[in-house]
């Protein structure tokens, strides 16, 4: 192409509002760079303010190929100050759907467009794919369990009586191990008349405008990938992980002694014996 990480394999990849969605979809676009030589566009909305210091230094490490457009935040007071920042994303991605399409219609002028890939917040810009004629993915940068449960999630909540918190019985979804109310994720312990629940539940109805999903997984982990579940609810599932951030990012010497030293001390424990953790960047831990 001169695709991008939508077009023959991407031209426009719209709108990460956090770093835990932003750093898997530009190695997605890295390595639709090194690897298919294809360009990539990749376009960052935020959702309160301008690009943040650890945005700047993403925006420096992306190698050749790949071009990060910042797109312009919504005006400052368009929501109260007291929105929930799930809702100031999603926000975000609808308020920047114009821009989206103006730049993708500029890189369409240019150069061949292979396809558009979303976040799970920004499937409103699959219009944009459609005007264009050209495919729209949506890319999931959480493993598949969490997926699948995204995606039957207006089922699960037609056939629920009370609170996902309070249930007694596990949810049992295709190609996932039981999983009990004291494991559910954040965003389903939510009360479910509240906004942040309504959201959610309206981003789980409409990701099923997609043409496919690209999942941050791989079958060594999640099995159930390669065993009937690469094909949810009529769309094909990749699974493309994992994507994960492996390389310095121009954030100042200090960090790059800190890693050097951390690099160091695990070269130095026993095989196997260290367990690694993410937990995403939209909380914080205690001490504990």
């Known amino acids: 192409?001169?695709?991008?990480?939508?077009?023959?394999?991407?031209?426009a990849a719209p709108l990460q509002p956090v770093h835990g969605h932003l750093i898997?979809?530009?190695?997605?676009?890295?390595?639709?760079?090194?690897d298919h030589g294809v360009a990539a566009t990749l376009l960052f909305a935020a959702a309160t303010d301008a690009p943040s210091e650890q945005y700047t230094a993403l925006a420096a490490s992306v190698p050749d190929g790949v071009d990060l457009v910042a797109l312009p935040a919504p005006p400052a007071d368009a929501l109260p100050p007291s929105t929930p920042v799930r809702e100031r994303v999603v926000h975000a991605a609808l308020s920047t759907v114009p821009h989206v399409r103006g730049i993708a219609r500029s890189l369409a002028s240019s150069a061949p467009l292979a396809?558009?890939?979303?976040?799970?917040?920004?499937v409103p810009a699959r219009d944009v794919a459609t005007e264009l004629g050209?495919?729209?993915?949506?890319?999931?940068?959480?493993?598949?369990?969490?997926?699948?449960?995204?995606?039957?999630?207006?089922?699960?909540?037609?056939?629920?009586?009370?609170?996902?918190?309070?249930?007694?019985?596990?949810?049992?979804?295709?190609?996932?191990v039981p999983i009990h109310a004291h494991e559910l994720p954040g965003f389903l312990l939510a009360d479910r008349s509240s906004d942040t629940y309504a959201v959610l539940l309206s981003l789980a109805k409409d990701a099923t405008r997609v043409d496919?999903?690209?999942?941050?997984?791989?079958?060594?982990?999640?099995?159930?990938?390669?065993?009937?579940?690469d094909c949810v609810k009529?769309?094909?599932?990749?699974?493309?992980?994992?994507?994960?951030?492996?390389?310095?990012?121009?954030?100042?010497?200090?960090?790059?002694?800190?890693h050097a030293r951390l690099i160091t001390w695990l070269d130095q424990q026993a095989r196997g014996s260290v367990v690694f953790l993410s937990f995403g960047s939209g909380g914080t831990l205690t001490r504990r």
């Not at 396809?115 to 920004?122: C, R």
């Not at 449960?149 to 996932?176: K, M, N, Q, S, W």
């Not at 009529?234 to 800190?258: D, I, K, Y």
């Open 134 to 176: 050209v495919p729209c993915y949506m890319f999931f940068t959480s493993p598949w369990i969490l997926l699948s449960l995204f995606l039957h999630l207006p089922e699960l909540d037609a056939g629920l009586v009370g609170e996902y918190r309070d249930g007694t019985e596990p949810i049992r979804l295709p190609g996932c």
């Open 212 to 229: 496919g999903i690209l999942v941050n997984t791989f079958r060594e982990v999640e099995p159930a990938v390669g065993e009937g579940a």
């Open 234 to 258: 009529g769309m094909p599932v990749h699974a493309v992980g994992p994507l994960v951030w492996t390389r310095p990012v121009a954030v100042g010497v200090n960090r790059e002694l800190e």
């Open 1 to 11: 192409m001169e695709p991008s990480p939508a077009s023959a394999a991407a031209r």
């Open 115 to 122: 396809a558009l890939v979303v976040d799970m917040a920004s």
């Open 24 to 34: 898997p979809f530009a190695e997605l676009a890295r390595q639709l760079v090194a």
